[in-house]
């Protein structure tokens, strides 16, 4: 296919759609995806007659909202259920040509099952997210995602279709990496924010200065939060030289189903596809746009295993108002995982927001671990953090400065605030790295 690489859309007519033209095909697809579901899947087929709702009852968007939620138990509790792909497919086995499973970190791996059309559709949206961040075929990619089982691994097929000349990078050791980047000079690398930035400082410390030695243009991090985080974005910009853009992607659908464009302001979601709903973490009511709460998607076109109403267990938010570069599908905000949140003197906070604080202190590696416990029955938070070399400010200074401007964002300042020497703090892995811990019993001695 040839387009027109001055072009900034890869599909102007979807990506341009004027929202009512939009959320008419929202609708269409709606329709025919539910009846389908209830159709073919047994799940769904018994959920609604439970509720009593009926394929025909939707009408508007709107109407989506009198069908029961699912979630990720009701992901595990059917598969394998009657047959292999369980009870939420909505295809027999042999129209399925790829599976997926999540990492299990949480409990036991799920699968995510993909007809050809849905594979060729996932692959035609990740192409088009490679092309907002302005991937054209005269790029050298580098795609440093895992390949074993994980929904991402495929995402490289997109930017291949596209037209970029593609390295299957997968988990390399970072030697190895920086060879690549050295040797081949690729324009553009995926990779997680926190190895995009380790593996700027493992540069740096071998001699290479990641500005002038490597060509990377641009930078593309998803599977944790730090490319929305704008002091982890700028931080590794600075490393680089590069400009970052976040994706977001879920094992249950694609490798990535959001992503940034040249404003950064939100990821761009692909609403031709799913369905995006908010609503309350606690009474599950649904928000209107531009409210904070869970969101909640509905594939529109995915026939093998069709999610009507999945809770995505992560809490943001949706601008569905026209970005500044002519999209019109809704840009969503990720503030953390329900999972994750905590709450300190009944205010929410999200590691997120911890995160945010630490990579502006400019006295700091930015590492940090954050540690929950319970002390006389209240929920407290302590940081370890790392004091970067070369700073001669002593370490009761520093967490006293951190403490106040945890504070100061926040709202709560954190019981203890441990400060360890630059590789202290054993947070650089290579995968995606664990930095919320919840102590059972904790002595900090305050
Ligand atoms: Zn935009």
């Not at 939420?88 to 993909?114: H, K």
Request: hydrophobic share 35%; glycine share 8%.
């Amino acid at each position: 296919m040839s387009r027109d690489i001055n072009s900034k859309f890869w599909d102007e007519e979807l990506e341009t759609l004027p929202r009512e033209e939009l959320e008419k095909r929202q609708l269409e697809d709606l329709k025919e995806i539910v009846k389908f579901a209830y159709d073919n899947a047994p799940y769904y087929k018994r959920s609604f007659d439970e509720v009593g709702v009926k394929p025909e009852d939707i009408k508007t968007l709107k109407d989506i909202q009198k069908f029961p939620f699912i979630n990720k138990k009701t992901q595990r509790d059917t598969q394998g259920v009657g047959s292999f792909l369980g009870e939420l497919a909505a295809v027999p086995e042999e129209d399925v040509v790829f599976i997926s499973t999540s990492s299990g970190s949480t409990g036991v791996p799920t699968m995510s099952p993909f007809t050809k059309k849905d594979f060729d559709e996932f692959q035609d949206t990740e192409s088009r997210w490679f092309w907002q961040i302005g991937m054209r075929p005269n790029d050298r990619y580098v795609h440093a995602l895992n390949f074993s089982l994980y929904v991402g691994g495929p995402d490289v097929i997109g930017a291949q279709n596209l037209g970029a000349l593609c390295i299957w990078g997968g988990t390399l050791p970072s030697e190895r990496l920086l060879f690549i980047l050295k040797t081949y000079k690729p324009t553009i690398i995926w990779t997680s924010p926190s190895y995009a930035w380790q593996l700027g400082e493992k540069a740096l410390k071998a001699g290479y200065d990641p500005k002038k030695d490597f060509n990377i243009k641009k930078i593309i991090v998803a599977g944790e939060l730090g490319g929305s985080i704008d002091a982890t974005r700028k931080a590794i910009e600075e490393i680089w030289g590069a400009e970052v853009f976040d994706f977001y992607g879920l094992s249950d659908i694609f490798g990535a189903c959001a992503a940034q464009c040249e404003y950064h302001d939100g990821l761009h979601i692909a609403e031709n596809h799913i369905l995006v709903e908010t609503i309350d973490i606690h009474t599950g009511e649904v928000l209107e746009p531009g409210q904070t709460g869970e969101l909640v998607f509905t594939t529109l076109r995915k026939h093998a295993r069709p999610l009507i109403r999945f809770k995505t267990g992560d809490i943001g938010r949706i601008d569905t108002t026209k970005c500044k570069c002519g999209r019109t599908h809704g840009r969503i905000s990720i503030l953390g995982r329900k999972d994750d949140m905590f709450i300190v003197s009944a205010v929410n906070v999200f590691p997120s927001d911890i995160e945010a604080v630490i990579r502006e202190q400019s006295d700091l590696t930015g590492e940090y671990l954050i540690r929950i416990f319970e002390k006389d029955f209240t929920s407290k938070y302590a940081v370890e953090i790392e004091k970067a070399t070369g700073v001669d400010k002593d370490d009761d200074t520093v967490a006293a400065e951190v403490s106040a401007a945890l504070k100061a964002r926040i709202g709560v300042k954190p019981a203890k605030v441990i400060v360890h020497p630059d590789g202290g703090l054993n947070t650089r892995s290579e995968h995606k790295s664990r930095r919320v811990i919840y102590e059972r019993n904790i002595d900090y001695n305050i």
